[in-house]
């Protein structure tokens, strides 16, 4: 197989960007920008290590959750996980981070690129409690490029139309992927309800 090794073969390959796919990359967080992470309950998160191992990882909530601290700064807040913690060890390492925010419903999304640190400053996770749970650590990104990106990936997926949805049987339970993957002793049955009650009970 021929792999394409330089910007130049790559350029070869495509047309010539648009000018409007250039001039809407914005520095800062504007009206809109604003607008949509306030509406946003949910955002990937791309990181690497010092080596360049990369990573994406999902962080949900209620819409607002991720603060705009101002026009070039957002604060995104923990929430109980599986306590990995490859996001926040990445940007120890690394501080350049990528962000794609989604609104359910709306095939356009937001695209901001920056460097993050990462605080458990007593002010900061208190303003980012749930149900008056401080968060344990915050991640603040200073902001780099900001941009909406086109629906041109969500309308060929119909990833909110839900008559396009497999049946959700057709896949296996979590416990059960889980079963065959770690190894586990328990049961799939057993690690179903294991996950069932800390749904229930830790998601914040």
Not at 5 to 18: A, G, I, M, N, Y
Not at 36 to 63: L, N, R
């Amino acid at each position: 197989m021929k792999y394409i090794t330089s910007q130049e073969q790559l350029r070869d390959v495509f047309d010539k960007t648009h000018d409007v796919a250039i001039r809407k990359e914005l520095t800062g967080i504007d009206a809109h920008s604003r607008r949509f992470i306030e509406k946003s309950p949910f955002v990937f998160i791309g990181s690497q290590d010092v080596k360049g191992s990369a990573d994406v990882s999902p962080k949900g909530d209620m819409p607002g959750f991720v603060k705009v601290l101002d026009d070039t700064t957002l604060a995104v807040p923990d929430r109980p996980g599986n306590n990995r913690l490859d996001t926040w060890e990445n940007i120890i390492e690394n501080p350049a981070v990528g962000l794609i925010f989604l609104i359910p419903g709306m095939n356009e999304t937001l695209r901001i690129n920056g460097e993050a640190r990462l605080t458990n400053d007593l002010e900061l996770c208190a303003r980012m409690h749930v149900k008056n749970r401080p968060a344990l650590a915050v991640m603040v990104v200073k902001v780099r490029q900001v941009y909406m990106h086109c629906a041109k990936a969500f309308i060929r997926s119909k990833l909110w139309e839900s008559e396009t949805w497999p049946e959700r049987k057709d896949m296996p339970t979590l416990g059960t992927i889980l079963k065959d993957q770690a190894e586990l002793s328990a049961t799939a049955e057993e690690f179903d309800l294991i996950l069932d009650d800390a749904y229930r009970k830790t998601l914040w």
